[in-house]
């Protein structure tokens, strides 16, 4: 019989995570987030990252990443909730020089002034995700309480070379990041019982593709 989970010590390593991450969600969507000083900002979006990446570990966490990643979602759903915020955590771990949201950025130097690593790797394949000639990928977010649609854009990069890219330019911080924490919060309420409906909705824009498909680069071994 397959052991059942959450085990004891799971338990008590996901009641750590969960509220952390409850805590740090509640923070950035509310509307007083963004007056805050642009270093208590970041500090907040640079642990929520950090939050998400080590429940990604988690199995049933997995499973079901997994499962948007080979058909489950549309495929760039997979890309984001799992490549790009993995991409976002590392970059803002193993670069922790910078101060606020705006100033960070990678590059191929960057990326590689040691060895290639899971940066580079990220990179090196994002730039290959097209939809109709552009790495742009559309949402809405429909926030219930105040009956409010904002359209968001997240940009892949299109170039990988020496020079910069900015996290700002994938994702803005005022609105991006809520688009952000919203699908991690998606991802996260998969193994919360009895959950309450989000107040925040995401939905994909419809695209129609120049072509007969869209490319989409095969970025499945990037973990």
Known sequence: MDKLKPNKSELEALNLFYNRFYDL????????????DPK??????????TVYKELLSYEPIKYYVNYVKN????????????D??????NTLSHFPVFDDWNSVYINKNLATWIKPGMIDKFLMKC????????????YRIWEKDKKKMTYISV?????????????KDIISEENGLKLCVS????????QVENNDEPNIVIMSQIYVPATRCAIVADIEDYK
């Open 40 to 49: 208590v900002r970041f500090y907040k979006i640079r642990e929520i990252f």
């Open 71 to 82: 058909g489950g979602r549309p495929s760039l759903e997979g890309v984001i909730i799992d």
């Open 183 to 190: 699908f991690m919060k998606q991802v996260l309420d998969t």
């Open 84 to 89: 790009l915020f993995s991409f976002i955590r």
């Open 127 to 138: 730039i290959k995700i097209k939809i109709n000639g552009k790495g742009i990928v559309k």
């Open 25 to 36: 969600y509640n923070e950035i969507i509310s509307n007083d987030f963004l007056l805050n």
């Open 155 to 167: 940009n892949l990069p299109e170039k990988y070379d020496a020079n910069n890219i900015y996290l």
